[in-house]
């Protein structure tokens, strides 16, 4: 009998033991559980800040490309702009020395008929100056002479002057009591300028 009672004892005790590592085991399940819920939001947490970086990290690329065009860009409109002024000055330089070896042919073919014109007039008789036909020449002189200056076409001065090789052409020399060495003592043909630059040398005879 008590035998029995012993071994129903053990029984006992031996379930009871089993039902506390139940136990145990359920509470060690539940808090493992309990980690893993809580390690499960961060853990997504983390993932959906990755993924964000990530978006980040691509849009940030996207706008360095966009922005590294615009600027590729930006510099060829400069560099056409730059080019484009370059041509339009050239352009305005090459037409302005165009209009001006134009300007000095045209002049240089008008001298000569100057020159026709004071040679006429200055052949003119003094009782003839007063009569229509010598009024008439010295008016059409005065009016050619008065458009040459406008256009900026001048007479060079010579007679009295020093002789100057950039203004005058010397074809002769002469002696004079009235000048001294190296003066223009007379003008054999006229020189004339077009805006301060020669257009034909003044023929001079300078005293010696």
């Not at 003839?128 to 001048?154: C, H, N, R, W």
Request: proline share 3%; no cysteine; charged share 45%.
């Amino acid at each position: 009998m008590e035998e029995q009672e012993s071994k129903l004892e053990k029984e006992l005790k031996e379930e009871d033991v089993k039902e506390e590592s139940k136990a145990e085991e359920t509470a060690t399940e539940n808090e493992t559980s309990a980690e893993k819920e809580e390690t499960k939001p961060d853990e997504e947490a983390s993932h959906e800040d990755k993924k964000s970086e990530k978006k980040k990290n691509k849009s940030d690329k996207k706008q360095d490309a966009l922005k590294e065009k615009v600027d590729e860009l930006e510099d060829k409109v400069k560099r056409q702009l730059a080019e484009f002024e370059n041509f339009r000055n050239r352009t305005e330089k090459e037409k302005t020395q165009m209009f001006e070896t134009g300007a000095r042919s045209v002049i240089e073919k008008i001298l000569p008929i100057v020159d026709n014109f004071e040679r006429g007039l200055a052949t003119v008789p003094e009782d003839e100056k007063g009569k229509p036909f010598a009024e008439g020449m010295d008016k059409i002189y005065k009016q050619l002479m008065t458009e040459l200056e406008k256009m900026e076409v001048k007479p060079i001065e010579a007679v009295g002057k020093e002789f100057n090789p950039e203004l005058h052409n010397a074809v002769m020399q002469v002696e004079s009591d009235e000048y001294e060495s190296g003066i223009v003592a007379q003008e054999l043909q006229k020189g004339y300028t077009y805006r301060d630059q020669v257009v034909r040398h003044s023929m001079v005879a300078v005293v010696q």
